[in-house]
């Protein structure tokens, strides 16, 4: 029996799981409806029913799982293996053993994490700062929410709850807009997919912005950022809103360069795929906003594992053990170094 690894990533929607082996080759994968109205210990059985059919697909299932780990959308306890608050889930998840539940029905040890500091693993070990020795980095998640991670010389930083590197929820406007967290005028009310598409829908509906209005057939439920950044070719006030919720992700971006001098900016999320308008935004308000030191050596990229970040990050994160120690300190750092980059997938 040769060993492998399964990384899962929990969301809101849909679940998708692999098989890795022990070089961090994907061997299997495939993704389930999450069906969260389930209930979490029907769901966490659903995720194991789903790891069992996929190792089966590998080899003629003659592999072996010999650990497992799963990003979850929320505040998670990483020591005890408890989910604390899913804010997205029907009844929140609060205390439940989800390390516990998938051990018992695969046999191996699980280790969870928050879904954004996952993918950031996944972009470390396995995307921008993939063979990067004691690399410091800041990753952006851009999408329903913003969220975020932050890795200090090779090491993800989780601070004594795993929620360190919420890069979303720093305040941009002091009385700006009532956050999801309770603060106002967070990054995200400003700079996440739906606030920047509700600007879009707004110029939309005030016939400001008639190439959007042509593409989305008028239809506001349709706009979306990717269909903004095409308008903004034609529409001049549809890239005036892309650039100026730009600015603020590079105002935020200058913040974290300014207290961290990390060497790379990583923007990922669906927003992100608006492309060089928001990375060349972003890297110009460092440039402008940044003036303790040079910040030539920063540099500013999209992601490159796009929605396979958060996966190959619980592949990564399944390659450990936890012991006493904290997991920042003995764990996530090793695994940083340890081994080699993905090789192709196979689906
Ligand atoms: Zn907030």
Redesign the pocket.
């Known amino acids: 029996m040769t060993g492998c690894v399964v990384g899962i990533d929990l969301g809101g929607t849909a679940i998708k799981a692999a098989v890795a082996d022990v070089n961090g080759n994907v061997l299997a994968q495939g993704s389930i409806d999450t069906q969260s109205h389930d209930g979490p210990s029907r769901v966490l059985q659903r995720i194991a029913d789903h790891v069992i059919q996929l190792r089966r697909r590998c080899s003629d299932g003659g592999v072996n799982i010999t650990s497992v780990g799963m990003g979850v959308p929320g505040l998670v306890d990483v020591q005890s293996g408890v989910s604390k608050f899913l804010p997205n889930f029907p009844t929140q998840w609060r205390d439940i053993p989800i390390t516990a539940q998938l051990s018992d029905s695969l046999g191996c040890p699980v280790n969870i994490l928050n879904d954004v500091r996952t993918a950031t693993l996944g972009e470390l070990r396995f995307g921008r700062g993939r063979g990067r020795r004691n690399l410091s980095m800041a990753f952006f998640s851009l999408g329903t929410g913003v969220g975020g991670g932050v890795v200090i010389d090779g090491r993800l930083r989780l601070g004594p709850l795993g929620a360190a590197g919420e890069l979303g ?1 720093q305040t941009m406007q002091p009385n700006g807009r009532r ?3 309770g ?1 106002h005028g ?1 990054l ?1 009310t400003i700079a996440s997919g739906p606030a920047i598409a509700a600007e879009g829908v707004r110029l939309m509906r005030m016939g400001l912005a008639p190439r959007l209005y042509e593409l989305v057939d008028g239809d506001s439920g349709l706009v979306t950022t990717q269909q903004m950044s095409i308008a903004a070719n034609d529409d001049p006030l549809i890239r005036q809103a892309i650039e100026q919720a730009a600015n603020y992700i590079g105002i935020a971006a200058s913040n974290v360069v300014t207290i961290l001098h990390p060497e790379m900016i990583v923007l990922g999320g669906g927003v992100a795929q608006i492309g060089a308008l928001l990375v060349d935004t972003v890297r110009k308000v460092i440039t402008e906003r940044v003036g303790m030191f040079p910040t030539d050596g920063v540099t500013v990229l999209a992601s490159e594992l796009g929605d396979q970040a958060g996966v190959l990050g619980a592949i990564a994160l399944a390659d450990t053990t936890l012991t006493d120690t904290t997991l920042a300190e003995s764990t996530l750092g090793a695994i940083a170094l340890g081994r080699d980059p993905l090789g192709p997938t196979n689906t």
Do not use: A, I, V
Request: hydrophobic content about 0%; some cysteine; charged content about 15%.
């Open positions: 929820h956050c999801g967290c603060n967070c995200e």
